[in-house]
Structure formats: structure tokens, C-alpha cells
């Protein structure tokens, strides 16, 4: 920093001396009037001029008092508060002195001279001085960042990227970034890695991830497993090495390296396939929101495939992108299915025919064909059209049965039939028992019966108030991307109380309030209407 010491205060000298001697030999010219404050020091003058609002003067007692110069004593407290002023001043024709203060006090910020060091501070306050037109600050530090200096190289990489002082060059910003991290700037090891890496030189990035990731970067971490178990280019394969690092990526819920190992492991790429581990990887990489794992996952659950046949939460996962990045694959499934005749769009156009066009008859003929396949969920849906009120043929007892008959595979028939157990309706009624039946659709993953559960918990209706465990079935049902708005509510309560152990997020704040916010997800409805059957 010395080199930016000696150019500022030379700077800094040549503006005092000058406008000092402006100003006594414009009192020369002062008539009789106006003796007394001729005989004012020039410092005693530019108190004057600071008192009145003049940024200039504001400037100017601050290098005085930085330097010891103009009779004040030298002091970077004083210094500080008078920069601190003239960067204050907002009037047009304080600009040019405003932003030579900013970068003053950028200098004080920077070693900690009159306030406590900030070096986050002090470059912000070099980038506004900057722009501001604070001519030398940019030629100064690409000088300095040619020889190493970090805090050059964090300076000259904001300019760049930013077009501060210098034409937007991002390219130019990813140079400084990479002479950072040379120096050891441990915190750029990752964007330069990954700047190189989107570039096609994975070699070269190898090597920062590689620093990074001895630092404990988790990201890093799965770009080493990834190219070590791959062989990218200008890094030997290592598949026991690469494997250990997105494990260990995965494990602290990565979503990229939980969706990378649970394809492997469902499709035996680079890996033993073990189909169950696969599908609970993918789980967490959907439940984070990842378009491709709630896919993946929606057919695993649709097949069968790691997780035990599901085609509620088959549906459910899969409506969330059916619209969106994965719209053309599922055009291509339906049209593969309707093919094959296949139990899965039997299904669909069950709840098409129920949800969309109100043919209830129609309905409980195509779930009927998907019972006869053998899967459960056909048999759920036939007791749920018989319980709908404006269907003709409405029998609570045959829903009853149909519920009770698919209970021990489906947990949306559980969730169904405690409620017909709470109201007595179809069966005897059973408070406890529809306890323990919503509690079996919850922990059966309906996320219906997970946010009805909760509120139970939570308002201690039917069951004794437990703040743990509605914050448990919420999250649960969050986790699927099905919290109800009302659920949603009051999960956002729970974060805001500190009553229930939560897990913390980035932005508490942002995730309570987009909570708050929550609406009714329509996404199966909006992917049925959408369908071609």
C-alpha cells in the first residue's frame, strides 16, 4: 500500500498548497471591512468555510489534519470526521471533492488510521471515488495487483467487472481474480476455479477447486469428485478419490453432487448401482428445488424404483415441472404411455376426467383398470370419487372400504379414511384410531396429511400441543413443495416465535416471508388441463 500512500499525499499537497495560496493572495484584495478575518489563519479559514456547508474546505481540513500541515495538529480521528463530511455533500458542485474525500477515507479505512480498519469498506469507498472521477486510484492499484497485491487484485477485478474507472471487461475482471488467488487470496480460489472451468479449462481449474476445497469449500469439493471420477481433461482418473469427495459433498446436501450420485447409483454410472440409495439421493437434490432430481424422482416413484410405488407422489413431483424445463419430456412420456396402455396414464386421465371435466363415471372406470394392475393407488382414487357429494352414485361405505382395503400401501387412503373416522361418516366413529391413521399417511409421506397433522400439533386439537413435531410435519411437507397456505403461516410463526427448533436458512427473514406469501399449489390441476389425452 505504500506506492498508494506517497501518490495520494503527493496528491494531496499539491491541491493544499495551491488553494492556500488562492486564498491569501485573494485577501490581499479585502478592503478595511473585513481586516479582522484576514488576520484569521488559513486554517481558522477553513473552519469558516467547513462551518458553511463547503465541501471543499471540508476536504481540505481533512488532509490538514492527516498530514499535521496548516499549523493543525496531526490527528486521523479529526482527519476522518471532516472526509467523513465532505463525502456527505451531495451538491453538483461538491462532486469532484466528495468523491476525493471517499477516496481518502478509503485510505484511512484501509490501515486503520482514526477508525478501525474495514478493508471491505475501504474498497467500496476506492470504487465510489472511483466513479466519481477520482482520477489515479485505478493506474495506482493495476500496478500494485501486477505484484501481487490482493487487495489490488479484489480492486481492479471490482472495476472490471463493474466498468468502474475502466471499460466493463469481465474477462479482464476474471485476470485480477486469478492474480488473487496466485497470491493466496483463499476466498478467490472458488470463482476463479469456476470462471476456468465454464471456459472448457478444467485442467487449470482443477487446480483452485483443488486449493479450495482443502479449505473445506463443499462446492469445490464436487467439482474435484466430478472431474476425478470422470477423467476430465488435464485430470487422471481417479474414480475411489473422486467418489469419497462428492459423498462427502452430498452429505452436506449438495444438491449437484446428491443428483450426480444418485444417478450413478440408479443407473450404475461410475458406480455400483444400489437403487435405493440412488432414489434417497435424488430426494434431496428435489426437495432443494433442482428441476432434473424431481424428475428423476417422480418416475422413481411412478416405477417403483428405489422407493416403493407411489403414483400420488408420482404425480405430485412431477406436476412441479411438467410445465416447465421437463414440458417436452412430458409430452413424450404421456404419448409413450397412452401407447402402451400403460397403468400410469390410466391414472392421469382418472384425475383428468375427475378434476377437469367432473365425469365421475369415467373416473372410477380408469381407476378401476389401474387397481387391476395391481397398484394401490387406483383403489384410493375409486373411494375418493365415492365420497364426492355432487356424485350420483356417493357411498361412504364403499369409500370406507376402499380406503381400508388400499390403508396398508397407500397413505393418501390413510389420510382419507381418518377423516371418515374423526366424522363417523362410513365407519364407526374413532377419534383415536383416525389419530393413528393420519399420523401413518403422514409418516407415509402425504404431505396433505403431514400440514393437517401439524395444525393438530400446533393448536393441540385432538392431541396435546407439541411445537416439535408440528415443526417436524411442516418441514416435511415444505420439503415436497405442498405446504397449504395456512400451513405455511404457521410455520412461519414457528420461525418467528424461536419456540420450535427449526433449521436455519441464508435469509431467515426471506424464507418467512416468502412463507407468508405461500399460495395454494394448483401445478397438478394446471399439468392435467394442460395434458393431451
Given amino acids: 500500500m505504500r506506492r498508494y500512500t506517497l501518490f495520494i499525499l503527493t496528491l494531496a499537497l499539491a491541491v493544499t498548497f495551491t488553494t492556500a495560496g488562492a486564498q491569501k493572495k485573494g485577501s490581499a484584495s479585502n478592503n478595511k471591512k473585513t481586516e479582522k478575518a484576514v488576520e484569521k489563519t488559513p486554517l481558522q479559514q477553513l473552519h469558516d468555510r467547513a462551518a458553511s456547508g463547503d465541501a471543499e474546505a471540508m476536504l481540505l481540513l481533512g488532509k490538514a489534519y492527516y498530514q499535521g500541515s496548516m499549523g493543525a495538529e496531526q490527528s486521523y480521528e479529526m482527519a476522518a470526521k471532516w472526509f467523513q463530511d465532505a463525502a456527505e455533500v451531495e451538491t453538483p458542485a461538491a462532486a469532484p471533492f466528495s468523491a476525493e474525500a471517499k477516496g481518502w477515507l478509503g485510505l484511512l479505512y484501509y490501515n486503520g488510521e482514526g477508525v478501525k480498519q474495514d478493508l471491505e469498506r475501504a474498497k467500496s469507498l476506492f470504487l465510489i471515488a472511483t466513479k466519481g472521477g477520482f482520477e489515479g486510484l485505478v493506474e495506482t492499484f493495476d500496478e500494485m495487483a501486477k505484484e501481487g497485491d490482493i487487495f489490488a487484485c479484489r480492486f481492479m477485478q471490482e472495476c472490471y467487472d463493474k466498468g468502474v474507472g475502466v471499460k466493463r471487461n469481465t474477462d479482464k475482471a476474471a485476470e485480477y481474480q486469478r492474480l488473487a488467488a496466485d497470491a493466496g487470496d483463499e476466498e478467490s480460489y472458488m470463482p476463479a476455479g469456476l470462471y476456468l472451468y465454464n471456459n472448457g479449462k478444467h485442467g487449470d481449474a482443477f487446480r483452485y477447486f483443488a486449493k479450495a476445497d482443502s479449505l473445506g469449500?463443499?462446492?469445490?469439493?464436487?467439482?474435484?469428485?466430478?472431474?476425478?471420477?470422470?477423467?476430465?481433461?488435464?485430470?487422471?482418473?481417479?474414480?475411489?478419490?473422486?467418489?469419497?469427495?462428492?459423498?462427502?459433498?452430498?452429505?452436506?446436501?449438495?444438491?449437484?453432487?446428491?443428483?450426480?450420485?444418485?444417478?450413478?447409483?440408479?443407473?450404475?454410472?461410475?458406480?455400483?448401482?444400489?437403487?435405493?440409495?440412488?432414489?434417497?439421493?435424488?430426494?434431496?437434490?428435489?426437495?432443494?428445488?433442482?428441476?432434473?432430481?424431481?424428475?428423476?424422482?417422480?418416475?422413481?416413484?411412478?416405477?417403483?424404483?428405489?422407493?416403493?410405488?407411489?403414483?400420488?407422489?408420482?404425480?405430485?413431483?412431477?406436476?412441479?415441472?411438467?410445465?416447465?424445463?421437463?414440458?417436452?419430456?412430458?409430452?413424450?412420456?404421456?404419448?409413450?404411455?397412452?401407447?402402451?396402455?400403460?397403468?400410469?396414464?390410466?391414472?392421469?386421465?382418472?384425475?383428468?376426467?375427475?378434476?377437469?371435466?367432473?365425469?365421475?363415471?369415467?373416473?372410477?372406470?380408469?381407476?378401476?383398470?389401474?387397481?387391476?394392475?395391481?397398484?394401490?393407488?387406483?383403489?384410493?382414487?375409486?373411494?375418493?370419487?365415492?365420497?364426492?357429494?355432487?356424485?350420483?352414485?356417493?357411498?361412504?361405505?364403499?369409500?370406507?372400504?376402499?380406503?381400508?382395503?388400499?390403508?396398508?400401501?397407500?397413505?393418501?387412503?390413510?389420510?382419507?379414511?381418518?377423516?371418515?373416522?374423526?366424522?363417523?361418516?362410513?365407519?364407526?366413529k374413532d377419534a383415536k384410531g383416525a389419530l393413528e391413521m393420519l399420523t401413518r399417511a403422514a409418516d407415509g409421506g402425504c404431505a396433505v396429511a403431514q400440514c393437517r397433522l401439524a395444525d393438530k400439533y400446533v393448536k393441540g386439537s385432538g392431541v396435546g400441543m407439541d411445537v416439535e413435531k408440528a415443526a417436524k410435519y411442516y418441514l416435511l411437507a415444505e420439503a415436497q413443495h405442498a405446504l397449504s397456505p395456512d400451513a405455511a403461516k404457521q410455520l412461519a410463526k414457528l420461525y418467528e416465535s424461536g419456540i420450535a427448533k427449526l433449521p436455519e436458512g441464508e435469509d431467515l427473514q426471506k424464507h418467512i416471508d416468502n412463507l407468508n406469501k405461500t399460495k395454494e399449489n394448483n401445478s397438478l390441476l394446471k399439468m392435467l388441463a394442460g395434458t393431451k389425452f
Fill in 217 to 428: 469449500n463443499i462446492k469445490a469439493s464436487y467439482f474435484c469428485g466430478l472431474m476425478l471420477l470422470d477423467g476430465d481433461e488435464g485430470v487422471e482418473q481417479d474414480k475411489a478419490k473422486g467418489l469419497a469427495l462428492l459423498q462427502k459433498a452430498a452429505a452436506e446436501g449438495h444438491v449437484a453432487a446428491n443428483l450426480k450420485l444418485g444417478e450413478g447409483f440408479l443407473y450404475g454410472n461410475g458406480v455400483n448401482i444400489d437403487k435405493e440409495k440412488g432414489a434417497s439421493m435424488i430426494k434431496v437434490a428435489a426437495e432443494k428445488g433442482n428441476n432434473k432430481a424431481q424428475w428423476l424422482l417422480a418416475n422413481c416413484y411412478r416405477l417403483g424404483e428405489g422407493l416403493p410405488r407411489n403414483y400420488t407422489l408420482a404425480a405430485q413431483w412431477m406436476s412441479l415441472v411438467a410445465q416447465g424445463n421437463r414440458a417436452a419430456e412430458y409430452k413424450t412420456l404421456i404419448a409413450d404411455l397412452k401407447q402402451r396402455n400403460d397403468p400410469f396414464y390410466s391414472y392421469l386421465k382418472g384425475l383428468y376426467e375427475y378434476n377437469i371435466t367432473g365425469n365421475c363415471d369415467a373416473a372410477i372406470d380408469l381407476f378401476k383398470a389401474v387397481e387391476k394392475a395391481g397398484v394401490t393407488d387406483g383403489t384410493t382414487l375409486q373411494g375418493v370419487v365415492l365420497t364426492n357429494k355432487n356424485y350420483t352414485k356417493r357411498d361412504m361405505k364403499k369409500a370406507a372400504k376402499a380406503f381400508d382395503k388400499a390403508s396398508k400401501d397407500s397413505p393418501l387412503a390413510c389420510y382419507y379414511l381418518s377423516y371418515l373416522m374423526e366424522s363417523g361418516e362410513g365407519v364407526k
